[in-house]
T-cell receptor
């Protein structure tokens, strides 16, 4: 299995809603990532988990809360989002550690619209 | 401050000819470079990579060239095919860090 899967594909939520994005991989990768991508822009890194521990938080607002329940799963909990948070949210995974290079494999993304 | 620059937002190439996508970087700590291809409504797909100890890496129709002294890399696609029409992102990673930094992308159009 060489895939990163993300659910849901599309999500529409109000500013008072609480929702979660899910990501799963079964490639044995121990690094997992959340990116945000706005239209015609490159992916912007939000969070990195390495061996199930949060290793990088790119100063993301607290209304985004990541969680890594185990080595195959990565969640992004959303609460009190703003319309400007509407974007494509991409999950990626890679081998971790200093002995491996960082070829990240991306999921198809969740298209989020905040009303 | 952009550390990875793709100065051409778009490029049109005739089918069957060579497509050359360029990328410049500013951070001398980058030691690993990647190219990703992205179709609309899909996540980026890894294409090819090169480490700083090499100056060329080839995989089928795709070749990446690295010029460290000029801090420049390029992706060559030959022959170009209609399915190559997509946005191509150059990315770089410092010292096997978990973080990779993307350029803004170049939209490649393959013309019939």
């Amino acid at each position: 299995d060489t895939e990163v899967t993300q659910t849901p594909k599309h999500l529409v939520m109000g500013m008072t809603n609480k929702k979660s994005l899910k990501c799963e991989q079964h490639m044995g990768h121990r690094a997992m990532y959340w990116y945000k991508q706005k239209a015609k822009k490159p992916p912007e890194l939000m969070f990195v988990y390495s061996y199930e521990k949060l290793s990088i938080n790119e100063s993301v607002p607290s209304r985004f809360s990541p969680e890594c329940p185990n080595s195959s799963l990565l969640n992004l909990h959303l609460h009190a989002l703003q319309p400007e948070d509407s974007a494509l949210y991409l999950c990626a995974s890679s081998q971790a550690g200093t002995t491996s290079y960082n070829e990240q494999f991306f999921g198809p993304g969740t298209r989020l619209t905040v009303l | 401050d952009q550390q990875v620059k793709q100065n051409s937002p778009s490029l049109s190439v005739q089918e069957g000819r060579i497509s050359i996508l360029n990328c410049d970087y500013t951070n001398s700590m980058f030691d690993y470079f990647l190219w990703y291809k992205k179709y609309p409504a899909e996540g980026p797909t890894f294409l090819i990579s090169i480490s700083s100890i090499k100056d060329k890496n080839e995989d089928g129709r795709f070749t990446v060239f690295l010029n460290k002294s000029a801090k420049h890399l390029s992706l060559h696609i030959v022959p170009s095919q209609p399915g190559d029409s997509a946005v191509y992102f150059c990315a770089a990673s410092p010292n096997r860090d978990d973080k990779i930094i993307f350029g803004k992308g170049t939209r490649l159009h393959i013309l019939p």
